[in-house]
């Protein structure tokens, strides 16, 4: 399955296509470059799950924190090296093209994983897409709430549901969703990539602000001490800030489809992605370190799960509003880049099976002035608007921001990250088992399976809790 399945293939009979219009596989030039490669991951990777970092480090404490950032960072970007040499089969310039994850998984491993690796997969897309709907909420009621206070001098609780914003995000989404697919959205991930920058260095500058402003660095050692809070909600936090710093790392479930927007060798697309992969581990690390080791300086135990409102309701506000502005429209271009290999999985499975279908096939005339009129598949308006407005009920449903984090970072590191990428890898460069680099493997992926574990169940255990204090679609900032 590939992401731009709708654009028709090179005509055999057709004298006039040449091959500086067409790839190998004779679809239409890929004119991705490292660039817009690079784009697309930060757009991806510095989403919400950098304001989660600073509560995160609050649990740990200033040596697991920063350590356990670390190590996430270099896995990642370990495995996502593996992962990026097994887009083509065999031949790394030459070889077929592995348009998708599960595509890459079926012509490596095949068989059983093939489904369970989809099943992880797409389960987890669709997570994602429900915790940036709770993400863009929170950030649009942290400006009503600041403006609110600004204007009543803070003698007004200034209560607001997020129901209404999380709606008018789904409304956007819905508009945004008949994009065709990914190669079509690089422009829109550079000017999220662009969003994340803005609203991180915000949070950094308040809190190195705030740290100048009082002269000390808050935070200990080992986090929140017990006593504060118990024993027992020290272990459980602890795990489910694992899977928060998890979460904030994993793209690897999406680096075939973005990978497959790459231009052809030379150099080859392993190549090109190899450097992308270095280039936004770099940046998103030095962020996350900064954001999350700063946040917690500044504001010490009681940092947030979302940094920006640990400053939201104090001047200056409008500073404040412009990050959480920037927070909405990443998350706008974010969720776009990790449901467009939903969309796109479902659409090809659609016009697979059901190809004489006229729900399937039916397009709608859509005559825009001063252009060309665009013809919008019918299925696809259905089925995208389906999807978007499913998510966002959800996102009403369970607004519980972290511990969605922490779940998803738990479920998708272990499996997407880390071990089929090590497997697929093992297969096709045909390591010798028993070697060194075979040991080391599979030594790396039992310790990562471990901490999926323990983080995963961290944070089902704060779900739980956190379940017993709210009611659905009664949740306000």
Not at 71 to 82: C, D, G, H, P, R
Not at 214 to 222: A, E, N, P, V, Y
Not at 307 to 327: C, E, K
Request: hydrophobic share 45%; aromatic share 12%; proline share 4%.
């Amino acid at each position: 399955m590939q992401l731009n399945d709708h654009i028709p293939v090179k005509s055999l009979n057709n004298p006039v296509d040449e091959s500086k219009y067409f790839d190998d596989d004779g679809r239409p030039k890929r004119t991705g470059t490292i660039w817009t490669t690079s784009a697309h991951i930060i757009a991806a990777v510095i989403g919400s799950g950098v304001l989660s970092l600073a509560w995160a480090i609050a649990q740990l404490g200033w040596i697991a924190g920063p350590s356990v950032m670390l190590m996430f960072a270099l896995v990642n970007y370990y495995t996502a090296s593996l992962l990026a040499d097994c887009y083509r089969f065999g031949d790394p310039i030459n070889g077929k093209r592995n348009y998708t994850y599960m595509g890459a998984v079926r012509s490596n491993l095949g068989g059983l994983k093939v489904k369970i690796c989809g099943l992880f997969q797409y389960v987890n897309l669709f997570g994602i897409s429900i915790g940036y709907a709770i993400a863009t909420s929170i950030s649009m009621t942290a400006i009503h709430k600041s403006n609110c206070f600004h204007k009543s001098g803070r003698k007004k609780p200034c209560h607001t549901s997020s129901n209404p914003y999380m709606i008018m995000f789904g409304i956007i989404e819905i508009v945004l969703s008949q994009i065709p697919g990914l190669d079509q959205l690089w422009w829109l991930s550079i000017v999220a990539a662009i969003m994340s920058f803005t609203y991180s260095t915000i949070g950094l500058g308040l809190a190195v602000a705030k740290i100048a402003a009082t002269g000390t660095l808050k935070g200990s050692l080992t986090g929140i001490p017990v006593g504060s809070i118990t024993q027992t909600e020290k272990i459980w936090r602890s795990l489910q800030a694992i899977g928060d710093i998890a979460f904030s790392y994993s793209y690897s479930f999406i680096l075939i489809e973005v990978q497959d927007t790459i231009k052809s060798p030379p150099p080859s697309e392993a190549t090109t992605m190899k450097k992308a992969n270095l280039i936004s581990t770099l940046v998103t690390t030095s962020f996350y370190m900064l954001c999350g080791c700063m946040g917690y300086a500044a504001v010490g135990d009681l940092a947030p799960g979302n940094l920006l409102t640990g400053f939201s309701f104090y001047n200056p506000f409008w500073l404040l509003d412009i990050a959480n502005i920037a927070v909405v429209i990443h998350l706008l271009g974010a969720y776009q880049v990790y449901c467009q290999p939903v969309f796109a999985f479902i659409e090809k499975l659609a016009s697979t099976k059901f190809s004489e279908n006229k729900f399937i096939t039916k397009e709608i005339k859509i005559n825009i002035p001063g252009f060309r009129h665009y013809n919008l598949p019918l299925f696809r308006i259905v089925w995208r608007s389906f999807f978007v407005v499913t998510t966002i009920v959800i996102a009403m449903l369970v607004p519980l921001f972290n511990d969605v984090l922490g779940i998803l970072g738990a479920l998708i590191f272990w499996p997407l990250t880390v071990y089929f990428p090590i497997e697929m890898y093992i297969a096709q460069k045909k390591i010798e088992k028993w070697s060194t680099k075979w040991i080391f493997s599979r030594l790396l992926s039992v310790f990562c399976l471990m901490i999926s574990i323990v983080a995963g169940v961290g944070s089902i255990v704060g779900v739980t809790l956190d379940l017993k204090a709210f009611r659905p679609f009664k949740i306000s900032y």
